[in-house]
């Protein structure tokens, strides 16, 4: 089962948590593991021809991120689009490993409140950016969206309207960074070895790794005997489910990936890529190059293309919005 995590250069000493959420000053903490960004100014209707900013930038990020680390990509939207609020939505893996998911759509319902309440401000479905990092920022997305579908239908369950737009989180463009993976035990071992405290004794580590490893294998042996599906490959499904709201018509989808990434391989995210222009050609959207594209980075680390080149990583994010702005 591979979870995903944070590369070398973005990893950190796990400080102390109120001092970590300093780097996330301006937010407000609705949940657990779920931030929002309120800008004081309001979102301006563009002229004529202009590229309006996204309602809402939803980021999703990966597997133990740290709030120093974030801060590079809410910062930098905070800079590009400074009157879009930014609701983020961290991952710290008892999604991923044990919490059942119940737990996790209760738990997604202050995201869900900010959603409805930007889509009631302003009386029309979100224009949203979606950009979500590594396995564990898809699966926090996945979530939300299967979140925003429950509470959708048991809201108009007795409208008789249960298909189409409203039951799908509104999404107009895509952004994945590094992922998805396919389940790999190695990779998934050492995504998750990265939440233990960096503090410990070497024996101590040691010890804690291969408890992880044993709760990992009778995961997966109890996974298959039972037919469960496996965490990962349920999210690259729902990413690429036809009927979802990562493929659902005006979504635009970028792969930010490295042939580096030994955590995520760039064989695996392109494989994915693959399956989704598929489903997109079986829709009728031809080849889905208009829809889906990828940008390759050289010599990144897992979710660290923004560290060797954060010029052309914000260049890529601009226009990808400017794309699905146009298109919408």
Known sequence: MDLAGPVPELQGS???????ELYLEGFTKLGDQIFY??????IEVPSSGDIAPPDLTILCSWLYALPKHISKYTSAYQRIYPSTPILLLKQDGPDLMWRPNIWQMENLKPALDVLKDLQEAQGRRLRTLVHVFSNGGSFT??????????????????????AG??????????????APSTPDMRTGFVALSQGLPSSLP?????????VMYTFMISGNIVGTL??????????????????GAFMANGVRRMYIYSESDELVPW????????????????????????????EKFVGSRHVGHVVV????????????????????
């Open 226 to 243: 039972l037919g469960v599906e496996g965490a990962i490959t349920g999210m690259r499904r729902k990413l690429n489910d036809a009927q």
């Open 165 to 178: 737009p409203v039951t799908k989180l509104p999404i107009s463009a895509l952004i994945i960074d590094s």
């Open 37 to 42: 960004f309120k800008p004081s100014q309001q």
């Open 267 to 294: 064989e695996h995210v392109e494989m994915h890529a693959k399956e989704a222009r598929n489903v997109l050609d079986k829709r009728g959207r031809g080849s889905g190059e208009e829809w889906l594209k990828m």
């Open 202 to 210: 070497g024996p101590v580590r040691l010890v804690g790794g291969a």
């Open 14 to 20: 796990n400080d102390d948590n109120t001092a970590q």
């Open 141 to 162: 997305a996945c979530q939300l969206a299967d979140a925003y579908a429950l509470s959708a239908r048991a809201k108009y369950k007795h409208s008789g309207w249960l």
């Open 309 to 328: 080149n954060a010029e052309r990583y914000w260049r890529i994010v601009k226009a990808h919005w400017a794309e699905a702005w146009a298109m919408a």
